[in-house]
């Protein structure tokens, strides 16, 4: 099992999403910022790593939003979604294939990484009404 951190960062009533470089797995699919837990790292430190080296911004974790287990073809992720703010900097293209802000309601128009699918459905649930 990868231990895999993400970060749900709100932009007003907007959360980021971020578009998967098309020679990785899953090239083109949508996700949250994050990626894989090294050794000796916490989560949140996974985080703050993940996010200054994919978007050059520093963050501020806080509490998870949700935690999901989701078995790909190659391998099976354990995803911890946290809710962070960026707290300096503005968020560049430097790993994704683009980054965009998005509503709740939008979410159906992007095709979103199946690891996501369940934290899809509680952020439309809990936001979706806004």
Known sequence: ??????????????????????HKARGLLWEFVGGKVEPGETKAQALIRECREELAVAISVGEVFMD???????????????????TEGEPQKLE????????????????????????????????GKR
């Open 1 to 22: 099992m990868t231990e895999v951190v993400a970060a749900l960062i709100w932009q007003g009533e907007q959360f980021m999403i971020c578009q998967r470089p098309a």
């Open 68 to 86: 999901v287990t989701h078995t790909y073809p190659d391998l099976t992720v354990h995803l911890t979604l946290f809710h962070a703010a960026i």
């Open 96 to 127: 994704h294939n683009d980054i965009r802000w998005i509503m709740p309601h939008e979410i159906q128009k992007f095709d979103f990484c199946p690891a996501d699918v369940e934290i899809l459905e509680e952020i439309t649930k809990r936001y």
